[in-house]
């Protein structure tokens, strides 16, 4: 399992410089990938732009969007943005997509809350076109566009999954959360028709250090999460803070058959970065 890590970019008051030295730190490392999250309404880069910035101070790393929201964008504006941010990185972008599940940020677009799935089976037809067309420049480094993972656990979300894209991207949660949808995602893989399996991407939280980082990655779930309420309290319990409840994740995820996951910081704090690399790899 590759393990990957995401920016800083989401936390809230993150200084700019921190989402570049945070990225070349971790191209220089052991990580395998450095990925974002996306909200309109909220105090988080744009991860678009943010991978950007990535990309122009790594050369190694995956840049992952984990995920974005597609169905709040134009499609061949999104195309060709996505385009080039995969050649000005030399091919290293992958493209997590997912409808999003918070009314307030399609509210702040032009875009309708309902009907956001059927926009984003639409938007993935469109894309692929825009991609494959040469007036749509530049062009990505694969004729079809970058590698595509698709978030959501409903019937509707895994049977786009299966039908459109390279693999799934699953939501967080303990290990046995993950297997769950991992076995759904083979399982509409296999209904499909298509060869082999997809690929099976996760995420999680972390804050490793004392009370005081631990308190402040909590404080951001509950923030982040407070559209889901009383749920919110669950997802900030599983948070990781300490460097064994981190390795057992690990092991979990692994032997759920998790191809490569995905862990983002709670705090904006360079030592998070450092303190990860030694418990996940030493």
């Not at 921190?18 to 070349?24: F, G, N, Q």
């Not at 089976?121 to 067309?133: G, Q």
């Not at 900030?236 to 759920?256: I, K, Q, S, W």
Request: charged share 20%; proline share 7%; with cysteine.
């Amino acid at each position: 399992m590759k393990i990957g890590v995401g920016l800083p970019s989401c936390v809230p008051e993150c200084e700019p410089g921190l989402v570049t030295d945070w990225a070349a730190a971790a191209d220089a490392g052991p990580f395998a990938s450095v990925g974002t999250v996306d909200r309109t309404l909220y105090g988080n880069y744009d991860p678009l732009v943010a991978l950007t910035a990535a990309a122009a101070v790594t050369t190694r790393v995956q840049l992952v969007t984990s995920i974005l929201i597609a169905p709040l964008r134009e499609s061949a504006t999104l195309a060709k943005q996505v385009a080039t941010l995969d050649v000005l990185s030399g091919g290293r972008l992958t493209l997590g997509l997912a409808v999003g599940a918070r009314r307030d940020d399609y509210d702040a677009s032009e875009f309708d809350y309902a009907g956001r799935g059927a926009r984003l089976d639409a938007m993935l037809h469109s894309m692929r076109a825009h991609w494959e067309d040469e007036r749509l420049g530049p062009q990505p480094p694969r004729a079809d566009g970058p590698p595509v993972l698709l978030g959501g656990q409903s019937g509707p979300a895994l049977a786009r999954m299966a039908a459109h894209a390279d693999g799934y991207i699953h939501n967080g949660g303990p290990p046995r959360a993950f297997a769950r949808a991992a076995e759904q995602a083979r399982t509409a893989w296999a209904d499909a028709g298509r060869p082999g399996r997809p690929q099976l991407w996760g995420m999680a939280y972390y804050a490793l250090g004392d009370d005081r980082v631990a308190e402040a990655g909590r404080t951001y779930l509950h923030d982040y999460y407070a559209f889901t309420g009383p749920f919110a309290q669950r997802i900030a319990d599983g948070l990781l803070t300490e460097p064994l409840g981190l390795r057992e994740l690990l092991d979990g995820y692994a032997d759920a058959g998790c191809d490569h996951l995905i862990l983002f910081p709670t705090v904006a704090e360079a030592e998070q970065l450092d303190r990860l690399a030694a418990a996940a790899f030493e």
